[in-house]
């Protein structure tokens, strides 16, 4: 038989609050055909488990998540972590989910939180040759740990003369909750949600937000919800209710109005005031502009376009492209500039939010006193951080332009 099944370490990190060392582990035949059901059920048999009236958790490295259809229903609309698109444990298949080398973990009991490390080995097997059958579900072909272990072997490598390995001095990511670590989950291609959205591609808009982080972009993803909703209910609805709860949990400026939207939406209600197709991209820039340059300006009510206050001025435009604001008044609605201390703000929570000690002090310094923001250009540049500070400040602009509007009466759908 050719080499077409896989191998998959399991290890037993802990479980009812006791945390294991060294950790237990059986090493597993899954076929093509296996569902994560069937490994779940593999893995329960191997540490002798009886008791089966309890739920089975997978995670896949993207935050995903492999359960039955009602749990995974309910971990949907969860608001931390990666956007989750739960897989059904009963049909996915694991060698069509996960690829050799790959790492994943299995809860089982989510009150016990008896809680393994799985990992499948690079290379593949044959049956045959490990077992000397073509087994109808998983089968170990080999193990350690006090489970007991049929030879006595209390860690993977145990030659039966060495002393055990010492005891790691950082607990498992997975036992502290920790685990996909944020680092390990892929930062969402707005370029692509863009794309997807304006081409009213569902399946492309699914494909970008899933296994992603959105949490810095809600306001920029959230935009594509109600188009995905037309499209695809269905699969839709799991993600507007995570895109809702993780909205109501930051509770941003507009970040309240997007959810009461969405909400209404996913409700099959229209939400309340004025839709009005604003741009709110260019409201928000218009909006937090240079103070010197123009006092205000005005959002066309009709094109969803928004202008600095010279486009009444015939002086600065031209007496052809100038608008009369008087000719049509319900057209065109006024704002104010507000300036740049909600940009600074912006610069000051980005600081905040970083980790090492050092970089967020030197952010810190860059933006007290005058020219702070031309500093803070120059320090986001040198240490490449481009791509995390544009898509979090541009989020909160655009919430801060949304909740404007809903000021105003004008809702944006």
């Not at 059904?88 to 060698?95: E, F, G, L, Q, T």
């Not at 001095?169 to 304006?198: E, G, N, T």
């Not at 229209?270 to 991209?281: A, E, N």
Request: glycine share 10%; net charge negative; proline share 5%.
């Amino acid at each position: 038989m050719a080499r077409t099944w896989m191998s998959v370490t399991v290890e037993l990190l802990g479980g009812r609050g006791e945390e294991l060392w060294p950790w237990p582990g059986r090493i597993l035949a899954v076929g093509p055909s296996h569902t994560f059901m069937d490994l779940a059920d593999a893995v329960n048999d191997a540490f002798a488990r009886w008791d089966r009236s309890h739920l089975s958790v997978f995670t896949l490295a993207n935050g995903r998540v492999v359960t039955d259809q009602e749990t995974g229903a309910e971990m949907a609309g969860s608001i931390g972590g990666p956007i989750i698109a739960p897989l059904d444990i009963d049909v996915a298949r694991v060698a069509r989910t996960v690829e050799p080398g790959s790492e994943f973990r299995f809860v089982f009991d989510l009150g016990d939180s008896w809680t393994h490390r799985c990992v499948v080995e690079k290379d593949k097997v044959d049956p045959l040759e490990l077992l000397g059958i073509r087994p109808d579900v998983p089968m170990p072909y080999w193990g350690w740990g006090t489970i007991p272990d049929q030879y006595g072997r209390r860690w993977a490598d145990d030659d039966g003369e060495s002393g055990a390995p010492r005891r790691p001095i950082h607990r498992h990511p997975m036992l502290l909750d920790a685990w996909p670590a944020q680092h390990q989950i892929a930062a969402v291609d707005l370029s692509a949600v863009r794309a997807a959205v304006a081409t009213r591609d569902a399946a492309g808009f699914f494909a970008t937000v899933t296994g992603h982080d959105v949490d810095d972009v809600l306001q920029q993803v959230g935009a594509g919800i109600p188009m995905a909703l037309e499209a695809n209910r269905q699969e839709a609805e799991p993600v507007a209710l995570s895109i809702i709860n993780r909205l109501t949990w930051r509770d941003g400026a507009g970040d309240e109005v997007l959810a009461e939207d969405l909400l209404a939406l996913l409700r099959g209600e229209s939400p309340t005031g004025r839709i009005v197709p604003v741009d709110l991209d260019m409201l928000s820039s218009e909006l937090e502009g240079d103070l010197d340059l123009s006092t205000g300006g005005y959002v066309d009510l009709h094109t969803g376009e928004a202008w600095a206050d010279s486009v009444a001025d015939p002086m600065m435009v031209g007496e052809d492209a100038a608008i009369d604001v008087d000719e049509e008044p319900d057209r065109w609605l006024w704002f104010d500039r507000v300036g740049s201390r909600d940009a600074w703000r912006d610069m000051a929570a980005f600081a905040e939010r970083q980790r090492d000690g050092a970089l967020r002090e030197r952010l810190e310094r860059a933006i007290g006193g005058k020219g702070a923001f031309r500093r803070f250009r120059d320090v986001i540049d040198e240490e490449d951080l481009a791509e995390q500070w544009f898509p979090f400040s541009t989020d909160r602009r655009i919430g801060r332009a949304r909740a404007f509007l809903a000021d105003q009466g004008i809702r944006v759908i």
